[in-house]
């Protein structure tokens, strides 16, 4: 079954200070890759996908950006933060066959202040 | 793309009660899953579930892929079913549509 590590499970950062958020996934190849923002008041945002190295697919466009230089890693970044970036991120795989569903990281809950 | 719909917005309930929860999708799927969000934040898989019927314990769901609806269903609650549940669906493309979730609490 595929894991997914995500870190740091918690992080305060000043505004305009720089971000960076890994996921990493065992237990699978060639995962869709996906990371969410969860505000308060819990709806589920998506921000990025990607179907394969290299390959980043954005959703909402605001102050960040996502890689993935390897095949089971997915890096959320922002070069300068801001006040609304504040929320709960999530990372999540799928299967490419996507018989099997969706499993998400444990978060990190951002807080700029 | 496909809109997904919770119902209700939020439930409370007494320890030992049964409760439905229930997933209105727009269109058809390929995927429907379950999740539950516990106090920690964490999304925990329950049930993927495009059509038919499942178990797990307390816990069952149903997808009537046909009416375009899914019911989850807890029986016997506890505390620790506290919490927010989510239901994810997907249809042509791969990317699922979250409902806004039923937001849980039981009362001991």
């Known amino acids: 079954s595929q894991t997914i590590h995500q870190w740091p499970a918690t992080l305060v950062q000043p505004v305009g200070s720089p971000l960076s958020l890994e996921c990493t996934v065992e237990?699978?190849?060639?995962?869709?890759l996906y990371w969410y923002r969860q505000a308060a008041g819990r709806g589920l945002q998506l921000l990025f996908y990607s179907v394969g190295i290299g390959q980043i697919s954005s959703e909402v466009p605001q102050n960040l950006s996502a890689s993935r230089p390897q095949d089971r890693q997915f890096i959320l970044s922002s070069k300068k933060l801001l006040l609304s970036d504040s929320g709960f991120y999530l990372c999540?795989?799928?299967?490419?066959?996507?018989?099997?569903?969706?499993?998400f990281g444990s978060g990190t809950r951002l807080t700029v202040v | 793309g496909i809109q997904v719909e919770q119902s209700p917005p939020d439930l409370i309930l007494q320890e030992g009660a049964n409760s439905t929860l229930r997933c209105n999708f727009s269109?058809?799927?390929?995927?429907l899953q379950w999740f539950h969000q516990n106090p920690w934040g964490q999304l925990i898989n329950l049930f993927y579930?495009?059509?038919g019927t499942k178990q797990n314990g307390r816990l069952s769901a149903t997808t009537v892929a046909t009416e375009r609806y899914s019911l989850l269903y807890i029986s016997s609650s506890q505390t620790t079913d506290s919490g927010v549940y989510f239901c994810a669906a997907s249809g042509g493309s791969y990317i699922p549509t979250f409902g806004r979730g039923t937001s849980l609490i039981v009362h001991p």
């Open positions: 237990g699978t190849s060639n995962p869709n």
């Open positions: 579930i495009p059509s």
């Open positions: 269109d058809s799927v390929n995927n």
């Open positions: 999540a795989c799928s299967w490419k066959g996507g018989s099997y569903g969706y499993t």
